[in-house]
Nanobody, 126 residues
């Protein structure tokens, strides 16, 4: 089993910054990818950012590109999402996910992921 745990959410004013962390434990093995998704109140879950096993490839949603940065540590089991210039529309529960068995439609698609964290709340005040 792979355990996924997010942290770092909170309340921040418009224009502020937050750094989310995600630890994947249980040694998933193989060349797995990791990604971030978010779901705002009354909205569907949407892709935010993803990173390949090697860390050489990253993907961003248009909403976060230029403001958000995803990174991975040397052990390849922890990812970070650095968010800057936050806006009220960024308010959501942010979920970290691990893709172990291969992408079904690429790492920008939720169906590619096998394990999910419980989510961490990010609230941006206006």
């Amino acid at each position: 089993q792979v355990q996924v745990a997010e942290s770092g959410g909170g309340l921040v004013q418009t224009g502020g910054s937050l750094r989310l962390s995600c630890v994947a434990s249980g040694r998933p093995g193989g060349r797995y990818g990791m990604g971030w998704f978010r779901q705002g109140p009354g909205k569907e879950r949407e892709f935010v950012a993803a990173i390949s096993w090697s860390g050489e490839n990253t993907w961003y949603a248009n909403s976060g590109e230029g403001r958000f940065t995803i990174s991975r540590d040397g052990a390849k089991n922890t990812v970070y999402l650095q968010m800057s210039d936050l806006k009220p529309e960024d308010t959501a529960v942010y979920y970290c996910a691990v893709a172990v068995y291969g992408p079904a439609g690429g790492l920008t698609r939720a169906v590619s992921y096998d394990y999910w964290g419980q989510g961490t709340q990010v609230t941006v005040s206006s």
